[in-house]
T-cell receptor
Framework: SQQGEEDPQALSIQEGENATMNCSYKTSINNLQWYRQNSGRGLVHLILIRSNEREKHSGRLRVTLDTSKKSSSLLITASRAADTASYFCATPYYNTDKLIFGTGTRLQVFP | DTAVSQTPKYLVTQMGNDKSIKCEQNLGHDTMYWYKQDSKKFLKIMFSYNNKELIINETVPNRFSPKSPDKAHLNLHINSLELGDSAVYFC???????????FGPGTRLTVL
């Protein structure tokens, strides 16, 4: 299967704590993207990191990329109940516009 | 002012029926997609259209036929619906240089 894997599958934390999700992928890439999906909704693009970048920040989000290990991590700092959602990484299949999505991490943030 | 819209949001139908899902984007994007998300939340691309031309056609039964009347619309027609077609179908679009994809709210299809 081309599908990437995310770890953990599920994560429960208290508001104010940090949440870290990991993603492993299989093919060489020119970028990696993270998306959020609230229950019953479509996916929302969060952040894109290019293969020549090692780290990128956007507000409370921090993404790292290690192309040698074919892995990425998403850190959400000072989490809020509104961050409760599923988070997916996505990579382009051999640098086409076909995105291969990971299996997702379900994050629950308790108030 | 919805960027990517889909209709209907819910679709419940009997096996063997034919149904269509419509998608429209008002973002001026060049490429549109259909994805299928199963009950385990696995998201898989089905089709991709760029400027009304089919670019990606994954291994999808030929009962599924996308139609793009213009750059802003990509509809999905499904013939002879089967139980296994039950899923949430998402439309998405992108502008080439941005790479990020914008998703519609999804259509939950239930085949009885």
């Amino acid at each position: 299967s081309q599908q990437g894997e995310e770890d953990p599958q599920a994560l429960s934390i208290q508001e104010g704590e940090n949440a870290t999700m990991n993603c492993s992928y299989k093919t060489s890439i020119n970028n990696l993207q993270w998306y959020r999906q609230n229950s019953g909704r479509g996916l929302v693009h969060l952040i894109l990191i290019r293969s020549n970048e090692r780290e990128k920040h956007s507000g409370r989000l921090r993404v790292t990329l290690d192309t040698s290990k074919k892995s990425s991590s998403l850190l959400i700092t000072a989490s809020r109940a509104a961050d409760t959602a599923s988070y997916f990484c996505a990579t382009p299949y051999y640098n086409t516009d076909k995105l291969i999505f990971g299996t997702g991490t379900r994050l629950q943030v308790f108030p | 002012d919805t960027a990517v819209s889909q209709t209907p949001k819910y679709l419940v139908t009997q096996m063997g029926n034919d149904k269509s899902i419509k998608c429209e984007q008002n973002l001026g994007h060049d490429t549109m997609y259909w994805y299928k998300q199963d009950s385990k939340k696995f998201l898989k691309i089905m089709f991709s259209y760029n400027n009304k031309e089919l670019i990606i056609n994954e291994t999808v039964p030929n009962r599924f036929s996308p139609k793009s009347p213009d750059k802003a619309h990509l509809n999905l027609h499904i013939n002879s619906l089967e139980l296994g077609d039950s899923a949430v179908y998402f439309c998405a679009s992108t502008k080439e240089e941005s790479l990020a994809q914008y998703f519609g709210p999804g259509t939950r299809l239930t085949v009885l």
